[in-house]
């Protein structure tokens, strides 16, 4: 259950109360415990507070141990509730701790960043990194309830309000319409914050109404995949290089090309695709990367767990909200989007 909210404070304390938990306990990495937790006020004093190191380096077995550690010396039972306050990187911990403690205890989500608004923390994935790839230890499991407070974007700095507006952007490709160009004509580089709220809510609304017809990924779902494919390979290929970029960048990048794809393989239109690569350019820059990275990035495509059978899995458009789900492309097709990027 999603509630919107702007005064956190009654929410929590509102929820907190509904769940009659036997103990409660305040999940945050060490930036959301200084920028967040005050936002919380009174309403989480009675919550036991378990602060783990931020970023995504640290959403590792040892950190996951840590807050079981955290659980145990703080009594918890069945009955007890884990109230994540942080990005993604703590909610898909936070989560996957909840999925596992005692066989799965409650959890809530209190999303801080733009991205975990509208996608980490919707859905019930859950997940931690093992052995360098991402995600790949987890679990499907529902939060009790996602707490939306937008109050929170005015904790975040530019570039990680472009981070999470790329998953919006993946959200109105996947809609359409006029949600589509809503999102092309917004500026994400200075945002207006009260028209992102509303859009906010749009966004979430799209992952939801996809999730709730298939909460495992076994079809619909995997439309969530679009511009992952390419995105995180060109993500895991910057984290080689010792230069990591933001998830969400990585993603437009990913947008981008797949979207290339889609022209080339789906029928999309060569002038919305041209509007996008503007857009992306525009806000997000462009990933530097020669042709002798292809071996790596196609490498990288083939690892994606989404894949089956070393076939490359993408999810194209045939236009803005007419998807076209389990597309498999060449490599030669792949390098050929690939030279469209660096050439473009
Ligand atoms: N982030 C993609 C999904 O939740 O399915």
Same mark, same amino acid.
């Given at each position: 259950?999603?509630?919107?909210?702007?005064?956190?404070?009654?929410?929590?304390?509102?929820?907190?109360?509904? =769940?009659?938990?036997?103990?409660?306990?305040?999940?945050?990495?060490? *930036?959301?415990?200084?920028?967040?937790?005050?936002? !919380?006020?009174?309403?989480?004093?009675?919550?036991?507070?378990?602060?783990?190191?931020?970023?995504?380096?640290?959403?590792?077995?040892?950190? !996951?141990?840590?807050? &079981?550690?955290?659980?145990?010396?703080?009594?918890?039972?069945?009955?007890?509730?884990?109230?994540?306050?942080?990005?993604?990187?703590?909610?898909?911990?936070?989560?996957?701790?909840?999925?596992?403690?005692?066989?799965?205890?409650?959890?809530?989500?209190?999303?801080?960043?733009?991205?975990?608004?509208?996608?980490?923390?919707?859905?019930?994935? *859950?997940?931690?990194?093992?052995?360098?790839?991402? +995600?790949?230890?987890?679990?499907?499991?529902?939060?009790?309830?996602?707490?939306?407070?937008?109050?929170?974007?005015?904790?975040?700095? *530019?570039?990680?309000?472009?981070?999470?507006?790329?998953?919006?952007?993946?959200?109105?490709?996947?809609?359409?319409?006029?949600? &589509?160009?809503?999102?092309?004509?917004?500026?994400?580089?200075?945002?207006?914050?009260?028209?992102?709220?509303?859009?906010?809510?749009?966004?979430?609304?799209?992952?939801?109404?996809?999730?709730?017809?298939?909460?495992?990924?076994?079809?619909?779902?995997?439309?969530?995949?679009?511009?992952? *494919?390419?995105?995180?390979?060109?993500?895991?290929?910057?984290?080689?290089?010792?230069?990591?970029?933001?998830?969400?960048?990585?993603?437009? &990048?990913?947008?981008?090309?797949?979207?290339?794809?889609?022209?080339?393989?789906?029928?999309?239109?060569?002038?919305?695709?041209?509007?996008? &690569? +503007?857009?992306?350019?525009?806000?997000?820059?462009?990933?530097?990367?020669?042709?002798?990275?292809?071996? =790596?990035?196609?490498?990288?495509?083939?690892?994606?767990?989404? +894949?089956?059978?070393?076939?490359?899995?993408?999810?194209? !458009?045939? =236009?803005?909200?007419?998807?076209?789900?389990?597309?498999?492309?060449?490599?030669?097709?792949?390098?050929?989007?690939?030279?469209?990027?660096? +050439?473009?």
């Amino acid at each position: 259950m999603i509630h919107y909210t702007q005064h956190i404070h009654a929410e929590l304390q509102g929820l907190l109360g509904a =769940a009659g938990a036997d103990r409660a306990f305040l999940l945050m990495d060490e *930036t959301t415990a200084r920028l967040c937790r005050p936002l !919380l006020g009174t309403a989480a004093d009675t919550l036991l507070p378990v602060v783990i190191p931020p970023t995504d380096a640290h959403k590792t077995l040892a950190t !996951l141990a840590d807050v &079981w550690r955290a659980l145990v010396s703080g009594g918890a039972s069945r009955r007890s509730l884990l109230v994540n306050l942080g990005g993604g990187m703590v909610t898909d911990l936070g989560g996957f701790a909840a999925a596992t403690f005692k066989r799965g205890i409650r959890y809530i989500n209190i999303p801080t960043t733009l991205l975990s608004m509208v996608d980490a923390a919707v859905g019930g994935k *859950t997940g931690i990194n093992f052995e360098g790839l991402k +995600n790949e230890i987890g679990a499907f499991r529902d939060s009790e309830a996602v707490v939306i407070d937008t109050s929170f974007l005015r904790t975040l700095d *530019t570039p990680n309000v472009l981070s999470g507006y790329a998953e919006m952007l993946k959200h109105a490709l996947l809609r359409g319409g006029e949600m &589509w160009l809503d999102h092309l004509r917004f500026d994400p580089s200075r945002p207006d914050l009260t028209r992102l709220q509303e859009m906010v809510r749009q966004s979430i609304d799209v992952k939801s109404s996809i999730v709730a017809e298939d909460p495992h990924e076994r079809g619909l779902r995997k439309a969530l995949n679009l511009g992952h *494919t390419v995105g995180h390979a060109f993500e895991s290929l910057a984290l080689r290089r010792g230069q990591p970029v933001l998830h969400g960048y990585a993603v437009a &990048w990913g947008l981008v090309c797949e979207l290339y794809l889609s022209c080339r393989l789906a029928g999309f239109p060569e002038d919305a695709m041209r509007q996008a &690569w +503007n857009f992306v350019r525009e806000h997000y820059g462009t990933f530097a990367f020669t042709c002798d990275d292809y071996p =790596a990035l196609l490498e990288l495509m083939r690892h994606d767990k989404k +894949n089956a059978g070393g076939a490359i899995n993408f999810t194209l !458009l045939e =236009a803005p909200g007419h998807l076209r789900l389990d597309s498999h492309a060449t490599d030669a097709q792949i390098e050929d989007m690939l030279d469209f990027y660096t +050439n473009t």
